[in-house]
């Protein structure tokens, strides 16, 4: 099976209130329940926000650490899944779910598999 990344993009900004949240979460646990029971699931994250990242930038044989996101954007990645699916088809179908969970754009792309 071929890995795939599902990558949650979640507008800047505070979170929604504790109770539109909640509702979201719980029907992202539920795919999630449903990646395990079918075998997909590999793992997932969250991340804190966009501006807690530190960038570092290779140049001039020196390395530049820059505080924030990589790009400047209204939106940055809020997590990921990573899931094992047949196909392409099977992880957009899998994307599509978490799609309308977390009621985010997902991104999915596959992974590049290891060549020994």
């Known amino acids: 099976m071929k890995h795939y990344m599902l990558t949650v993009y979640q507008p800047d900004g505070p979170a929604p209130c ?3 949240l ?3 979460m ?3 646990q539920a795919v999630n329940d449903d990646l395990r029971a079918a075998g997909a699931w590999v ?5 804190h926000e966009a501006s807690t990242a530190t960038v570092l930038r290779p140049g001039d044989g020196e390395v530049l650490t820059t505080d ?3 790009t ?3 939106e940055h990645m809020g997590g990921f899944t990573l899931i094992q699916a047949e196909d392409l ?3 957009l ?3 599509r779910r978490l799609a309308e969970a977390t009621t985010l754009p997902i991104e999915v792309r596959p992974v590049q598999e290891r060549v020994d």
Not at 43 to 47: I, R, S, V, Y
């Open 18 to 20: 504790p109770e539109h």
């Open 22 to 24: 909640e509702a979201i």
């Open 26 to 28: 719980r029907d992202v």
């Open 43 to 47: 793992f997932a994250a969250g991340l």
């Open 68 to 70: 924030g996101p990589f």
């Open 72 to 74: 400047e954007g209204k």
């Open 89 to 91: 088809d099977a992880a």
């Open 93 to 95: 179908g899998w994307g």
